[in-house]
């Protein structure tokens, strides 16, 4: 069965950095699409980036040019890389995949296998 399990949260001040990593087993990360989304405290689910099969990326406008998402094929690893922190950055992060490209690769609906998160707070 696949199983998503995220590490790298922690707590950083604003501006700080820091990397996440989504471990994947049961799926291949370099057949199919890759994403990390987050939420935060009463609000909804928000699709951050994603990676397809062939490389290409999608980024959400409030962390384009602070964060990147790349991947390990042969580790089956996602990770993301994210610069100059802020505040608003604050939430649970969620890897996710399915067993297809990325069509939809920001919309929380497109996939149904989820990572158990990891907490990021920065202050």
């Known amino acids: 069965h696949v199983q998503l399990v995220e590490s790298g949260g922690g707590s950083v001040q604003s501006g700080g950095s820091l990397r996440l990593t989504c471990e994947a087993s049961?799926?291949?990360?370099?057949?199919?699409?890759m994403a990390w989304f987050r939420q935060a405290p009463g609000k909804e689910r928000e699709g951050v980036a994603a990676?397809?099969?062939?490389?290409?990326?999608s980024y959400a406008d409030s962390v384009k040019g602070r964060f990147t998402i790349s991947k390990d094929n042969a580790k089956k690893t996602v990770f993301l890389q994210m610069f100059n922190l802020k505040p608003e950055d604050t939430a649970m992060y969620y890897c996710?995949?399915?067993?297809?490209?990325?069509?939809?690769?920001?919309?929380?609906?497109?996939?149904?296998?989820w990572g158990q998160g990891t907490q990021v707070t920065v202050s």
């Open positions: 990676i397809d099969s062939d490389g290409g990326t």
């Open positions: 049961g799926i291949s990360a370099s057949t199919y699409c």
């Open positions: 996710a995949t399915d067993r297809r490209r990325c069509l939809f690769p920001l919309s929380k609906t497109w996939y149904n296998y």
